[in-house]
């Protein structure tokens, strides 16, 4: 079976970080995810450079990269994000609306229904520019100002416009499996979009919900090398699951990821050399397993 794995780590894994990448840093960061397998990967956000400072470099990037068979998503919140996205190239837009109002007015200046309303005409503007929609649902299991978010405010949110693809992100990772399983199966019953779900490890179950996702019908996930990232307007909203740890564990249960394993790597050992600290994914400080074979005698 297979599970594409989305990559979001140069933009949603860099965003937060204190540390000012350098834009060839971040190039190089790209290619090297191409080059392990990534086919679609969210590159950068197109937001004011004073809400998210570490991606002010969006179209800088974009144009350092010539990546003819990889699909490059970059996040988009209005008209003007929009029109540099298309102008950039971007192939695929990723729309984020937030469940409940309180956090939708800190992350995007707006309550939710004035989100959706936003979105429609984003989303239609996308669309006859040829670009693929993204819908993603930030907060969907909890939100760090209101609570629990009930399953009904997710639902009244995945038919809100016409996308490609709806996305179930547990922002502040409160998820369990049980709740994935139950979230996904309703969502796949008022949709026939594919769906994706995004999850950060904040409490040490993002790799078990990962696997729920999977088996309640989700067709991709969001990962992001090294398991950096993080919600630059959520508190505590530590990073996202890891690329190289979760294919890991996808190949040996049998899925195919076309990702590289050792090219993983490769890439998570620039981000640490780049942010001159070790990042959370667990795979680097370990031992290959199964182990390389070793090359037979000659006779």
């Known amino acids: 079976m297979r599970i ?12 937060n970080e204190a540390v000012t990448v350098p834009t060839a840093q971040k190039i190089e960061f790209v290619r090297r995810l191409a080059a392990a397998g990534a086919r679609r990967i969210e590159v950068t956000s197109f937001v004011r450079p004073d809400r998210v400072p570490q991606l002010a470099d969006a179209e ?18 209005n008209e003007r994000g929009l029109r540099r996205a298309a102008a950039a190239g971007v192939a695929e837009v990723n729309l984020v609306m937030v469940a409940t109002d309180t956090f939708s007015r800190r992350n995007q200046g707006m309550v939710v229904a004035d989100a959706v309303t936003s979105y429609r005409r984003l989303a239609a503007q996308a669309h006859d520019l040829g670009m693929r929609v993204s819908l993603t649902i930030g907060a969907s299991w909890g939100c760090p100002f209101e609570g629990e978010v009930e399953p009904g405010r997710v639902l009244g949110l995945v038919g809100s416009f016409e996308a490609d693809e709806v996305c179930l992100a547990d922002t502040i990772g409160v998820a369990t499996p049980g709740r994935v399983t139950a979230l996904v199966g309703a969502v ?6 594919p769906v ?29 090398s090294g398991g950096i990232g993080g919600c630059p307007f959520a ?10 740890d979760l294919a890991w564990a996808l190949h ?16 998570t050992e620039l981000v640490e050399r780049t942010l001159g600290r070790q990042v ?13 074979q070793e090359a037979a005698p000659e006779s």
């Open 280 to 292: 959370p994914a667990l795979l680097g400080r370990t031992d290959p397993f199964p182990p390389p």
């Open 235 to 244: 508190p505590r909203a530590t990073g996202n699951i890891a690329t190289e």
């Open 4 to 15: 594409d794995i989305v990559e979001v780590g140069p933009r949603d894994g860099l965003q």
């Open 196 to 224: 994706r779900c995004h999850f950060h490890n904040t409490r040490n179950s993002g790799y078990a919900n990962a696997y729920a996702a999977v088996a309640a019908g989700a067709v991709a996930l969001d990962a992001s």
């Open 60 to 77: 800088e990037v974009l144009a350092g990269l010539d990546l003819p068979d990889v699909t490059i998503s970059a996040l988009v919140f």
């Open 252 to 267: 040996r249960d049998g899925y195919e990821t076309g990702l590289s394993v050792p090219g993983l790597l490769h890439a």
């Open 188 to 193: 796949r019953d008022v949709t026939a979009l």
